[in-house]
């Protein structure tokens, strides 16, 4: 399957989707596969990879769409995995390609010559980076297509999605995408924790100590780009026990909004009553890139309120340091 094949222009970007569910160690095997194509790879956990092209491409001596071909000979020939392939001349357009690679798998190249007219009559939700709310909101507005999305004015676009969520819509639609691939292994859970100097009874303020370890992985994730789709807590009581809890989020997440929610979930289920905690970790597991996540759109104006307002504090702590500013509730019981 092709649009075109592309050798030109500044980047040539190879967006790999591996079936899901694939366990861990099969997954590691299709990166290693990745990397025998080009040094340039990024992993995008669970399940997918970003490759650069350009230099790998003068090396083997073949188009996009041929080294496309030989990755999934040699996953299905290696590995028994077959893969869906996209190729285009930026992150967006890859992944807009791979994603429409019926399974089991395929490939897919688009010239950057054609990107304005592959990308025109496209569903809005076929473009990488859309969610689905985002797409109901467009097409509410009479927005159904990349094409149309394009011909918006800006301005009515961020209307519609945010300011941010909107002024990257419209760029790629119109296949501006200026991100590099950037090869880095991402750690695959980042945990916080809190020890209390003997123990502590008080309902509220194991709460607050636990609102200061969302704030404080929230961070984390935020500075590392990445973003979790599970939470883990575990709760060390006098004498030596713990108890382990793992809840999924809705959606991958590093918004201290939504971490805030699954953790007080996670605490509520442990049912505490007058138990006697010397610590609290919070680990934020099953990590992926933060640039991989579509960033949903929010009909709720207090949401986006905090979003901005997040960004601004996140700013503020980089600037003099994590614990200049955060929730009052914490400050309250002293987390």
């Not at 041929?66 to 992150?91: A, F, H, K, N, W």
């Not at 999605?161 to 991402?186: F, Y």
């Not at 986006?304 to 614990?323: H, I, M, W």
Request: proline fraction near 7%; aromatic fraction near 2%.
């Amino acid at each position: 399957m092709t649009a075109s094949a592309t050798t030109g222009g500044t980047s040539t970007v190879m967006h790999v989707r591996c079936p899901d569910g694939l366990p861990e160690e099969i997954y590691r095997q299709v990166l290693e596969q990745l990397a025998d194509l080009s040094p340039v790879v990024q992993a995008l956990p669970p399940s997918a990879a970003l490759v650069e092209l350009k230099g790998a491409l003068r090396y083997h001596g073949t188009d996009p769409r041929g080294l496309g071909e030989v990755l999934r000979l040699r996953t299905l020939s290696r590995l028994g995995v077959d893969v869906r392939v996209g190729i285009g001349p930026s992150i967006t357009v890859a992944a807009t390609a791979s994603g429409l690679v019926a399974p089991p798998g395929g490939v897919l190249a688009v010239d950057a010559a054609d990107v304005t007219a592959w990308l025109g009559p496209l569903p809005v939700e076929a473009l990488h980076g859309i969610g689905p709310r985002q797409a109901e909101a467009l097409r509410d507005y009479g927005i159904h297509c990349v094409g149309l999305l394009a011909a918006v004015p800006p301005a009515t676009v961020q209307r519609l999605l945010g300011g941010r969520n909107g002024r990257l819509a419209v760029e790629r639609a119109h296949g501006i995408d200026p991100r590099p691939v950037a090869p880095r292994a991402l750690p695959a859970s980042a945990a916080v924790s809190r020890v209390f100097p003997g123990h502590a009874l008080d309902g509220a303020e194991v709460r607050a100590a636990l609102l200061d370890l969302v704030v404080q992985l929230g961070h984390l994730l935020r500075h590392r780009g990445q973003a979790a789709r599970a939470l883990t807590l575990t709760l060390r009581f006098v004498g030596g026990s713990r108890w382990d809890k793992t809840r999924r989020l809705p959606e991958a997440s590093a918004h201290d909004d939504d971490l805030r929610v699954t953790a007080y979930r996670l605490i509520d289920a442990a049912g505490l009553q007058r138990g006697r905690l010397t610590g609290l970790v919070l680990r934020g597991d099953d990590l992926v890139d933060a640039d991989g996540v579509a960033e949903q759109l929010s009909l709720d104006p207090a949401r986006a309120s905090r979003l901005l307002a997040e960004e601004a504090v996140d700013r503020v702590r980089d600037r003099f340091g994590p614990g200049v500013i955060g929730p009052a509730a914490t400050r309250l019981h002293g987390a």
